[in-house]
């Protein structure tokens, strides 16, 4: 919202108080100022100066010496390269010490020889326009002197208001003058709307309102109007916030409506069809072409200002194409109404038009003050003719109709709101309030106080103030007048019982510091995907990471899915950083996967290793896990290596990041919280598609999938332009489960050995497909175990000397007592059954 | 030759052979002296079985030189060797010195975390400080809880503060587009006393130079009986001296959020400037932080308070310009790049 301040002063008095003043005042009430903006890009040190004299400068042809007047006792001597610069003109001197738009200082100076004291200045130096067709030439005769910007209407400030959604009241001057009034302690200088040649009549116009979603229907005839250029000022006022200026019924229009806050139309009285208004709601599908000429088809619950034929108006959002006013028209009927604000939003809304007055319409105008409006109307017209044919027009008198139609159906009750004073006094630790001080402060605001009982005070709220509805509002207008730091500062006294804390926030954030300790950068993507991405990470249809939530309205139409994996925000952030040549980033990130799983239940049966998704995160409040049609957000952790591991340098080849390192990684990250009964197992085809099916795993704890790891699929790569042969690496936890597992935690081995272990080492040949983990939890059982402490694989190896199909796996074997420190004999046998054991087992044979 | 004569000469080479390990000064050449002396084929153990072929007459005067020679050698010897230890050390130390300034490389390097985590991490702990307890809530809700719970009611020219994210669902569903729709979380499942903070993300249908479709707020609450407006300002004071400095100052200002009465905007001082006024803070000497006020009586009875025995404030704002704020980040939308070198820039803990 702008305001004027000149304008606010035809309501304020505000002699000596500063524009910073005002500004400050206003943002302390909460009519918070945004932007102050001058009108002029320069000061009062740009003055009127006539040429009294202008000859031909002695050494340039194009150049004029010229005496300028400039009210002072002497005349200037300005040099001027301007072809119009001649005797007898207004033109507007920049004097000595002026800056000027773009930094430009005028000086003394010395043009070609001839001294030169100021400058006079074209529209374009005085940033008034980009035309620059000579210097200005002043119209009217003001005094010599006199600052430019009084002339041109200049001098005046604007400032950039947030009027917030509750304050509809403050979308006027009126409006805002009257809150600094009250701030202020300054009588309100209302606007007066009487009309002073009473003539003509508006009684052959008929209103009927045929919904409730008009509460007020006001119609006033004038006769006698031409759609002329409007006096200076009215264009200035217009202007100075930010309309444009079209003809004399237009812009008082627009000033009535900026001045009283209440959108008026106009309507040609010739387009009026029996001079009938009907306001009815639209029919389903009724089509009607706004004054913008756009078609707007229609809903029911629109309403519709008609006449006895078809609708001439979208009511409290725009007037329509057939009824506005020409360069002919020469009656108008105007229209001053009250229309439902909730109708006016759903119809602006989905129309997509945001004119001024449904802004106006949809935060609430002022029921009661229609008829004052429309006359308003009348009395600016009226005086803007008397001035335009003062000052030489000839216009012919407006005829306007002394009296009024005035649909006004249900009168709103009068709205009463107690305020206990005492609860005021303690709600705002205000003790030293009064209720006298309270009763001053609502009649400055034009709230009558109409009871009084002890602690009691009730108001009567005028119509304009419908944000004040309760006890409460009323707290706010004592508190916002008296200022907020009249408040004290005071920390509030409670118990120390505390709110039961989920163990998750708090694991989130020790997640969020290991995994960075392991040595990723923690990255933030926005959780939207395209229509390809899910066919991009190769995920087939019924797939549980699917998306399934869509948006409505995407900022970006490949931004329409919200995703399920983090997985594609991390591959796009290392093709993005490839793009910009880094090469080898380790990335996490943490967020959210979401999840439709009422309209689409997750599939068990052909993902049996996904049954956890679906459930209603720890996240949510105990009551929202119960409520239906609730989506799933899942917690992920998720990181991206890219290649290399390690780049070449001084010391080390390049190393390539491969799927043991990210395991490592992973396996240690668990190890942090206690969950060191992990399995990593290979993932069944296409398990989780954009991994590499012969590279990727499923991270397995009490029996459970808490997360996957691998190889991007070097189809995926190529989908996001990586390069498939040095494919990334992803890994992908579920937070909750990962926090499930670690407060389960196994026992803890307390004793400690205190003998030295024997160690020694057996190398078999095996079958390539026999995995470590088999071997491993073979070992584990072997039922001769006595000493057998740790195992360990140190080699494996195929290839020279190895038949086909099958690999050597050497393997370490320690052997430890906590009774005494074992004798060779102790060691040598248990190592000979175990490697009867394990040759057995595996059908190897021993290397 | 007699034993005595071998002994002598073996003696003498001794002193030789031991003068050349000294001379090399290795505890190898120790180690070979040893075993080229004391060893199973050493020179001594050859001495002591030609003891054997000495007749028994003059077998305990020879084998009182070998014996002395044995020990004089093996003295040596371990003499030797623990000049060895030291002369080890002194390779050790002698070793050509490192150019400490060779970089490493980064198999060991440490990751960092996300100026806005590491920001969110310390306001946190500024506020359990305080009391609070964190809750987290859902990023897509239902419109009750992110609107017309929190006096937001539909139609309402309030919702154009926000655009709003709306899910194809059937029960018209929408990306939070604040944290407060916590506190209707939180107020349906607990009883006051509470203290509450809520940090998470949030999104809005708004995207240019400074705004993202999705940022991160931290919302906080008390309610209690008695809570004041006196007590607002003083914890929004409280903490925002903790986070900024407690020689700023603040200041609330009126302002209008639908689930607040009477609401607040809340600043603090510039800290460029220290309030005279610069670019930072657009000439106001003031940078605006969040918003706050006192809960609507109708927010309590939507969620089933009693808004005649309860009171309570709550205040928000968001974390991404506070974060850009302390580490003076030029571009809210480097934030979200996932730019590799740009990220690691920040530390791992905050402070």
């Not at chain 1, 001197?93 to 930094?103: E, R, W």
């Not at chain 1, 200082?105 to 030169?116: D, F, L, Q, T, Y």
Request: glycine letters at 6%; one cysteine or more.
């Amino acid at each position: 919202m702008q305001i004027s301040i000149n304008w606010l002063k035809d309501y304020i008095n505000l002699d000596g108080i500063s524009v910073e003043q005002i500004s400050a005042t206003l943002t302390d009430i909460g009519l918070e100022v945004e932007a102050v903006q001058k009108s002029a890009a320069f000061g009062d040190t740009v003055v009127v100066g006539r040429i009294i004299d202008a000859v031909k400068h002695p050494n340039a042809d194009t150049l004029r010496v010229c005496k300028v007047d400039v009210g002072k006792p002497e005349p200037l001597q300005i040099v001027c390269g301007a072809p119009n610069a001649r005797i007898g003109i207004d033109a507007c001197v920049a004097l000595v010490g002026t800056s000027l738009p773009g930094d430009f200082k005028i000086k003394e100076a010395k043009i070609r020889g001839e001294e030169s004291f100021g400058m006079m200045c074209s529209a374009k130096e005085l940033g008034l326009s980009e035309g620059h067709d000579g210097i200005i030439e002043l119209q009217t005769n003001y005094k010599p002197g006199t600052p430019v910007i009084k002339v041109l209407g200049l001098d005046d400030v604007t400032l950039t208001l947030n009027v917030t959604p509750n304050r509809a009241d403050c979308l006027g001057h009126v409006g805002v003058a009257r809150d600094l009034c009250a701030r202020l302690g300054k009588p309100l200088k209302m606007p007066t709307a009487v009309v002073k040649s009473p003539n003509g009549s508006s009684k052959d116009i008929k209103v009927d309102i045929n919904t409730d979603r008009c509460g007020r229907f006001t119609a006033l005839a004038i006769k006698n109007i031409r759609p002329v250029k409007s006096p200076a000022w009215l264009k200035q006022r217009v202007e100075a916030v930010g309309m444009r200026s079209i003809n004399l019924i237009v812009d008082v229009t627009n000033y009535v409506m900026l001045e009283l806050n209440h959108p008026i139309h106009a309507y040609d009285e010739r387009d009026v069809k029996g001079r009938h208004f009907i306001v009815r709601e639209a029919k389903e599908g009724e089509v009607f072409t706004t004054l913008d000429n756009a078609e707007r088809k229609l809903k029911s619950g629109d309403i519709l200002i008609c006449d006895a034929q078809r609708p001439i108006g979208l009511a409290g959002i725009m007037g329509g194409l057939n009824s506005e006013i020409k360069e002919d028209t020469t009656g108008l009927i105007l229209e001053v109404a009250w229309f439902d604000p909730h109708s006016v939003r759903a119809t602006s809304r989905r129309l997509g038009i945001h004119s001024e007055a449904s802004h106006r319409f949809e935060r609430g105008v002022d029921m009661k003050n229609a008829d004052m409006v429309a006359r308003r109307f009348a009395e600016v017209l009226q005086n803007c003719v008397t001035e335009l044919n003062a000052a030489g027009g000839s216009l012919p008198t407006p005829e306007i109709a002394g009296d009024l139609v005035d649909n006004f159906p249900v009168k709103p009750q009068p709205r009463l709101i107690a305020l206990r004073v005492s609860h005021a006094k303690n709600f705002l630790a205000s003790p030293h309030l009064t209720s006298d001080q309270i009763k001053k402060m609502f009649e400055s605001l034009q709230i009558k106080l109409v009871d009084q009982a002890q602690d009691r005070m009730v108001f009567d709220i005028p119509s304009w103030r419908i944000d004040i509805e309760r006890e409460c509002d009323l707290i706010e207008e004592i508190g916002r007048l008296q200022g907020y730091d009249k408040v004290p500062y005071e920390l509030p006294k409670m118990s120390l019982e505390p709110t039961a804390e989920d163990s998750l926030v708090d694991f989130i954030e020790s997640a969020r510091t290991e995994m960075a300790a392991r040595g990723l950068r923690e990255t933030i993507s926005f959780p939207f995907w395209s229509d390809d991405d899910a066919k991009r990470l190769r995920l087939p249809d019924g797939h549980p990471l699917v998306p399934s939530l869509k948006l409505a309205n995407p900022i970006a139409e490949d931004q329409r899915w919200m995703h399920t994996t983090l997985a594609c925000a991390l591959i796009k952030a290392v093709q993005n950083n490839n793009r910009h040549g880094v090469k080898g980033a380790r990335l996490f990130e943490m967020g959210r996967g979401y999840f439709d799983f009422n309209a689409k239940p997750l599939n068990r049966t052909a993902f049996s290793l996904f049954k956890s998704l679906d459930r209603k995160g720890r996240h949510l409040s105990l009551r929202a896990r119960e409520e239906k049609n609730r989506p799933t957000e899942r917690h992920w952790i998720a990181g991206i290596i890219d290649q290399p591991w390690v780049h070449k340098s001084w010391n080390t080849p390049e190393v390539p990041a491969s799927f043991f390192q990210v395991k490592s990684l992973v396996l240690s990250w668990l190890k942090g919280f206690g969950v060191t009964d992990v399995q990593i197992n290979r993932i069944e085809k296409d398990a989780v598609p954009f991994l590499h099916p012969g590279a990727s795993a499923y991270v397995f704890a009490k029996g459970q999938v808490i997360g996957w790891l691998g190889e991007l699929h070097p189809e995926v790569t190529l989908a996001y332009d990586l390069e498939p042969t040095k494919a990334p690496l992803l890994f992908e936890l579920d937070l909750e489960s990962v926090l499930d597992a670690s407060s389960k935690r196994a026992k803890i081995q307390t004793e400690s050995y205190k003998f030295p272990p024997s160690t020694r080492d057996l190398a078999l040949l095996v079958d390539t497909d026999l995995s470590h983990d088999a071997m491993a939890s073979a070992i584990a059982k072997f039922p001769q175990k006595r000493y057998l402490h740790e195992w360990r694989i140190f080699d494996v190896f195929q290839g020279a000397n190895i038949p086909k199909g099958k690999k050597s796996v050497a393997w370490s074997f320690s052997f430890r007592s906590l009774e005494k420190t074992l004798t060779d004999q102790d060691v040598e046998g248990e190592f000979k059954n175990l490697t009867g054991y394990l040759t057995t087992t595996f059908k190897a044979e021993q290397r | 030759m007699s034993l005595l004569e071998k002994s002598e000469i073996v003696k003498k080479e001794f002193e030789g052979d031991r003068a050349k390990a000294v001379a090399e000064a290795k505890p190898e050449a120790v180690e070979s002296l040893r075993l080229a002396y004391l060893g199973r084929k050493g020179k001594v153990t050859a001495l002591m079985e030609d003891l054997r072929n000495v007749s028994k007459e003059d077998r305990p005067a020879a084998g009182k030189a070998v014996n002395a020679i044995r020990q004089a050698i093996e003295g040596s010897i371990d003499e030797l060797k623990s000049q060895a230890r030291s002369w080890e050390l002194t390779a050790i130390l002698n070793r050509e010195p490192l150019d400490v300034t060779l970089p490493v490389g980064e198999g060991q390097q440490m990751g960092s975390i996300h100026p806005v985590s590491l920001m969110r991490q310390q306001l946190i702990k500024v506020f359990r400080s305080l009391g609070f307890t964190v809750v987290d809530g859902p990023e897509i809700d239902f419109d009750f809880f992110n609107f017309s719970a929190l006096n937001i009611p539909d139609h309402h020219p309030a919702r154009d503060m926000q655009d709003t994210f709306y899910v194809d669902t059937p029960e018209k569903m929408l990306l939070r587009t604040q944290t407060s729709n916590i506190q209707i979380h939180t107020m349906l499942n607990e009883r006051p006393p509470l203290r509450i903070i809520a940090p998470g993300r949030v999104f809005r249908c708004d995207s240019d130079m400074t705004h993202t479709p999705m940022f991160h707020q931290i919302e906080g609450f008390v309610v209690d009986e008695n809570i004041t407006f006196a007590h607002l300002k003083g914890t929004v004071d409280t903490f925002l001296k903790a986070i900024f400095g407690s020689t700023l100052k603040t200041r609330l200002r009126p302002s209008f959020f639908p689930f607040v009465e009477p609401g607040a905007e809340f600043d603090v001082e510039c800290g460029v400037c220290k309030g005279k006024g610069c670019r930072t803070c657009k000439d106001t000497g003031w940078i605006e932080i969040g918003g706050c006020g006192m809960i609507h009586p109708n927010v309590f009875e939507a969620v089933g308070y009693d808004s005649s025995r309860y009171s309570g404030f709550a205040f928000g704002f968001g974390i991404d310009r506070i974060a850009m704020n302390r580490f003076a980040l030029p571009d809210l939308r480097q934030l979200f790049e996932g730019d590799y070198e740009f990220l690691g820039h920040f530390p791992l803990h905050s402070n």
